[in-house]
DNA sequence: CGATCGTTTGAAAGATATCAAGACTCGTGG
DNA sequence: CCACGAGTCTTGATATCTTTCAAACGATCG
C-alpha cells in the first residue's frame, strides 16, 4: 500500500522517463501515486473514462473484452514495464476492455490530464509514447493476421513456442495462468484448448498441468507453420 | 504522375502538418514527393523495410497479410487523410502488411529517416502521429474483440450498419469493393459471406449486386447485437 | 462470341462450439 | 487427518457453424 522507495525516485529510475526536464520531472511526480493491487483486482472497467495513465511497474495485466452477451475474452496483456492502453489516455475516450492484474502487481498512476499536458511539453515523452503505441499497435495487427490466417492448433503450437522463447528457450515450460484464459488469448473455448493439447500429447509435448515438456520441437515448429514476421526469429 | 499543385501548398493545406515549424516544414517538403497510384497498385510488401512515411491524401488502401501457405486477408483498411503504418515507420521495422490500392489514391511519400527526424524535433507533428497511432490501435482492438466474441452473422450485420453510417445514414448503401474483399476484412470466406447475405435478403435487406437496400433496420441491428463502444452511437 | 472474373449455390467434410458429466486440484474447516 | 466444496480441467456426445470443393451463373471486355 505504502510507497517504499520515493515516488520520484522510482520515477527517475524508470528508462522511459530518463529523459524528461526537471520541470517535467516534478509535475509527474505531483500528479502520480504509486499502487500495488493483487491479482484479480480491476484496475478499471470496459467503457470508463480514463482518470489515470496507468505505468504497469511490475507484473503483468489482462485486458478483457466483453461481448453484450456477457462473455469475456482476453484481447491483450500488457507486461510490466509498459503503458495500459495509452491510446485510450491520449485521445480522452472510453477504455474498450477491463483491466484486470493476473498476478500481485505494482502500477504507476498519473493524472491523465496532467499526462496529456506533458505530452505537448516533453518530446521525450511524446517519443516514450510514439514508440509504445506502435509497439502495441503491431502487437494487434499480430494478433488478426493469426486469428485470421491461422487455425485453432497452429495457434496452440505457435503460443507455445512463443512461450518457451520467453522463458529462455528452454524445453520445459509454464503455463503463464489458467489454460481458460490461454483459451480466450487464443481465440477459443478452454474445451478447444484441451482437446488441442491433448493432440499433442502423443509424441510432440509432454503436459502435467501448468508444466509442459516439449518433446519434439521440430514437429512442434512445423506445426505451427511459423512466421518470422508475426512469430519472430526462429526459436 | 506530375504533381498538380506544388507541394508546399499541399502541405500547407493539410490540418496534419498545420502547426510545424516553417523550418520543419522546409524539409518536409525536401524530403517529399506525391504520387498517383491505380487502383490494384502495390505501395509496399509484407515484410519489406518502410524507406517512406507514406500519407494517403485521397482514396483508401487495403492493408493485407498473407499467410504462409499463401492466402491473403484484409486486415486494415486506410482511408485518406490518413498515415500508411506510422507504427512500422517510427520503430524502423519491416511492413507486417502489404499495401494494395483500392482505388486511384494520391499519396505523399516523405522519407521515412527524415520523417523519425523530424518527430524529434517538432512536438506538433509528435502529437499528430500519437493520435493517429491511437486512433488505429483502437481500430485493431476493435476488430479484435468483433472477430473473437462475435459469430459471423452479427458481423456482418455489423459492418452493413457501419457502412450505413458513412454512406449518410440512407437505408440504401453500396459496397465499396468486391464481395470477397469484405468478407476477407469480415474473417470469413466469400462463400460464407455471400451465404449470409442471402439470409438477410428474405425481409431485412434487399440486394441487387453492389447495391444493398436495407428494408428493416430494427431487424438488422438486433442481428448485429451492437455494443456502442465498438460500434459507435446508435446508427 | 468466347474468355475472364466475381458471385452464387449445392453437397460434403471438417472444425469448432455447446452441453453435460466426471476427474482433479487446492484450500477450508470440521 | 479427513471430508467437503469451489474452481478448474478433461472428456464424451452432439449440434452448429464454417470451410472446402465443384459447378453453374452472370457480367464485362476484348
Chains 1, 2 share one sequence.
Do not use: W
Amino acid at each position: 500500500m505504502q510507497p517504499l522507495s520515493p515516488l520520484s525516485d522510482v520515477i527517475a529510475a524508470l528508462p522511459m522517463f530518463a529523459g524528461l526536464s526537471s520541470e517535467g520531472r516534478r509535475i509527474l511526480c505531483d500528479a502520480s501515486v504509486i499502487q500495488q493491487a493483487a491479482r484479480g483486482l480491476v484496475l478499471f472497467e470496459q467503457g470508463a473514462d480514463p482518470n489515470f495513465q496507468t505505468v504497469v511497474l511490475k507484473g503483468a495485466v489482462h485486458l478483457l473484452g466483453r461481448s453484450v452477451q456477457g462473455q469475456e475474452m482476453v484481447i491483450e496483456v500488457v507486461e510490466a514495464p509498459d503503458l495500459l492502453l495509452p491510446a485510450a489516455v491520449v485521445s480522452d475516450s472510453p477504455y474498450l476492455m477491463r483491466a484486470r492484474c493476473i498476478e500481485d502487481v505494482s502500477v504507476l498512476m498519473i493524472k491523465a490530464d496532467v499526462f496529456r499536458g506533458l505530452l505537448a511539453s516533453e518530446p521525450f515523452l511524446a517519443h516514450t509514447v510514439i514508440g509504445c503505441l506502435s509497439g502495441q499497435f503491431r502487437a494487434m495487427v499480430r494478433q488478426i493476421m493469426t486469428l485470421k490466417l491461422r487455425p485453432g492448433p497452429q495457434r496452440v503450437a505457435g503460443y507455445l513456442l512463443a512461450l518457451m522463447r520467453r522463458q529462455r528457450n528452454e524445453t520445459h515450460l509454464t503455463l503463464p495462468y489458467e489454460k481458460g484464459l490461454i483459451a480466450s488469448q487464443l481465440g477459443m473455448t478452454r474445451e478447444s484448448f484441451s482437446r488441442i493439447l491433448t493432440s499433442l500429447q502423443y509424441g510432440i509435448i509432454h503436459m502435467d498441468g501448468q508444466q509442459i515438456q516439449i518433446c519434439d520441437l521440430r514437429a512442434l515448429r512445423e506445426l505451427s507453420a511459423p512466421d518470422p514476421l508475426i512469430d519472430g526469429p526462429d526459436p
